[in-house]
């Protein structure tokens, strides 16, 4: 069993920076890529941002790209999201993932997988 805890939300004015973190148990995180997704209100949940378990490879949403920086620390079980040049449509709750299987690649799919945080808000004023 893994557990995620997602934190660094806030309130944030427009152009402004946040930094999440997702801090993970369990021994398995060193061989699962992660995930962030976001759901905004009345919208579905939306890949934003994977990286690989060895932290090499990344893959950003088109709307975050040149914005959101992902990055891992497989020492401390930790999965950071960066978000700079923050807008009002970044509004949303932000969950980590654990990839469902060993070493796979990153998937944009939110079935592949398996453990989520339980979310954090993420508000950018205008």
């Known amino acids: 069993q893994v557990q995620l805890v997602e934190s660094g939300g806030g309130l944030v004015q427009a152009g402004g920076s946040l930094r999440l973190s997702c801090a993970a148990s369990g021994r398995t995180f060193s061989s699962r890529a992660m995930g962030w997704f976001r759901q905004a209100p009345g919208k579905e949940r939306e890949f934003t941002a994977g990286?690989?378990?060895?932290?090499?490879?990344?893959q950003f949403a088109d709307s975050v790209k040149g914005r959101f920086t992902i990055s891992r620390d497989n020492g401390k079980n930790t999965v950071y999201l960066q978000m700079n040049s923050l807008k009002p449509e970044d509004t949303a709750v932000y969950y980590c993932a654990s990839g469902r299987l060993a070493y796979a690649t990153i998937s944009q799919n939110d079935y592949e997988y398996e453990y989520w945080g339980q979310g954090t808000q993420v508000t950018v004023s205008s």
């Open positions: 990286i690989s378990s060895s932290g090499r490879n990344t």
